[in-house]
T-cell receptor
């Protein structure tokens, strides 16, 4: 079945850039997503990218997709303490009339002063 | 637009009891999906409802069931609760107009004693 893998932890200094990496196995993935989860909260959609794109930028966020290597990354510029959270990578393709994402286990981003 | 809402936010039950959780999707969204999130298993897909019909189903036992009403609100039910059912239950809604992207509610945290 489909699998999405991420490293579990990332620690960065405030003001630096953070890069969170993700690999997936499903070559028919149509959408790839990044979600953020803060303690005690649900998942907040940060951004998503179509599989026919290789880059998407949205303010401090840059998503890079290497479809050949099935590698997705999220770069957060000028990381702030408020960015500390768990970041989930997910992929989906059309199944039964809908797009149900498969999630990675999440990367805990720790931002220290 | 108001986001996805879930009630109750917290719940404590004992083994053998049953529980019903409720989810109201974003206005205009007709698809509602349910997920279980635990530290051990991560985010796992339970089922998806669209126009009052179950359209996709994950790999959970029959104790987990759901339904959707004509106003797209959804409920999920867990019967004969087990300790391992303790988890954060997340609901997400989506629509074709939103690019099929799933928007999550804050979740219901269930503790089974």
């Amino acid at each position: 079945g489909e699998d999405v893998e991420q490293s579990l932890f990332l620690s960065v200094r405030e003001g630096d850039s953070s890069v969170i990496n993700c690999t997936y196995t499903d070559s028919s993935s149509t959408y790839l997503y990044w979600y953020k989860q803060e303690p005690g909260a649900g998942l907040q959609l940060l951004t998503y990218i179509f599989s026919n794109m290789d880059m998407k930028q949205d303010q401090r966020l840059t998503v890079l997709l290497n479809k050949k290597d099935k590698h997705l990354s999220l770069r957060i510029a000028d990381t702030q303490t408020g960015d500390s959270a768990i970041y989930f990578c997910a992929e989906s393709n059309r199944s039964g009339g809908s797009y149900i994402p498969t999630f990675g286990r999440g990367t805990s981003l720790i931002v220290h002063p | 637009k108001a986001g996805v809402t879930q009630t109750p936010r917290y719940l404590i039950k004992t083994r053998g009891q049953q529980v019903t959780l409720s989810c109201s999707p974003i206005s205009g969204h007709r698809s509602v999906s349910w997920y279980q999130q635990t530290p051990g298993q991560g985010l796992q897909f339970l089922f998806e409802y669209f126009s009052e019909t179950q359209r996709n189903k994950g790999n959970f036992p029959g104790r987990f069931s759901g339904r959707q009403f004509s106003n797209s609100r959804s409920e999920m039910n867990v019967s004969t609760l087990e300790l391992g059912d303790s988890a954060l239950y997340l609901c997400a809604s989506s629509s074709r107009d939103s690019g099929e992207t799933q928007y999550f509610g804050p979740g219901t945290r269930l503790l089974v004693l």
